[in-house]
């Protein structure tokens, strides 16, 4: 199993999978070998199904779970064992539709008033002024803030991808008055060792706490500021495309599940209520 574990991390690595889908993935292959005690190579179609039925019908893991373990034994049986006859034999859970959790514009300033910490305000008004993820604003770096060019460079987002979003002047003066008091050196938002980013666990818990004393929906976390982001732009008139470059969708479709929470034409609807009687002419 150490032999697999060691050349599936490869893999991955030479395909440029993130550190933390690298861990996700074999954590996934490992509880599946787990579960029947056996190594994964002596596995089939058979043990998947069987495993999969007990993820649903007995620890009832949500879509994202469920994903996340099919995706992991896709990896594993078609690129580290080479089976890919047995990939198509591992069916996906069908996609759920859920719409995002979406703070209004009072509720994420009011949660923002909640962070006493000037670096976790600051990181955090970040994530919802430029509609980044965690993992994105976390591994900023100084020299990424272009005070000149009014930008910020974003390196490796999903999909490995960089892209330029605009700094606004609001957001300009919240990291000035932030690198005033923490003149931070390398990373923007340094851990308790300077020489490292702060993690995103680290931001997810003071996301919690903020909620929590701000009073706001429960199931609000940081990503819930990059929709928040998205949709506050969609009510203000920015076209669709402009917010998929801004958010580094590779997909428009993405991008549109924010016109389903959008107000903007929503509210502009006339009900059938309200339309003029027909004419009896």
Not at 68 to 96: C, G, M, Q, S, W
Not at 209 to 225: E, F
Not at 255 to 270: A, E, F, K, N, P
Request: aromatic content about 8%.
């Amino acid at each position: 199993m150490r032999h697999l574990r060691r050349r599936m991390i490869e893999d991955m690595r030479v395909r440029g999978y993130s550190p933390k889908t690298i861990k996700d993935y074999v954590r996934c292959v490992a509880r599946f070998a787990e579960h029947f005690r056996r190594s994964p190579a002596r596995l089939g179609a058979e043990e998947i199904r069987e495993f999969q039925v007990y993820l649903v019908m007995h620890e009832k893991v949500s879509y994202g779970v469920h994903s996340r373990f099919v995706a992991a034994l896709r990896f594993f049986y078609n690129v580290t064992l080479d089976t890919p006859v047995l990939v198509h034999k591992i069916p996906h859970p069908k996609v759920e539709k859920k719409l995002p959790v979406v703070p209004g514009r009072e509720e994420v300033l009011r949660f923002l008033a909640a962070v006493p910490n000037i670096k976790h305000r600051t990181i955090l008004t970040t994530c919802y002024a430029v509609g980044l993820r965690v993992s994105e604003v976390t591994r900023l770096k100084v020299e990424d803030i272009n005070s000149t060019r009014k930008i910020i460079h974003v390196h490796r987002g999903k999909g490995r991808r960089d892209r330029i979003v605009p700094l606004s002047d609001s957001l300009l003066e919240v990291l000035r008055e932030y690198w005033r008091a923490v003149r931070p050196r390398t990373w923007l938002f340094p851990g308790r060792d300077p020489d490292q980013p702060l993690s995103s666990r680290t931001v997810e818990y003071v996301c919690q706490r903020a909620r929590k004393r701000a009073g706001l929906h429960p199931k609000l976390n940081v990503h819930s500021l990059r929709h928040a982001f998205a949709t506050h732009l969609l009510d203000a008139g920015t076209d669709v495309r402009k917010i998929q470059v801004l958010l580094g969708h590779q997909s428009l479709r993405t991008t549109q599940t924010y016109t389903h929470v959008s107000m903007r034409d929503l509210l502009g609807t006339t009900s059938p209520l309200d339309l003029p009687a027909p004419s009896r002419d």
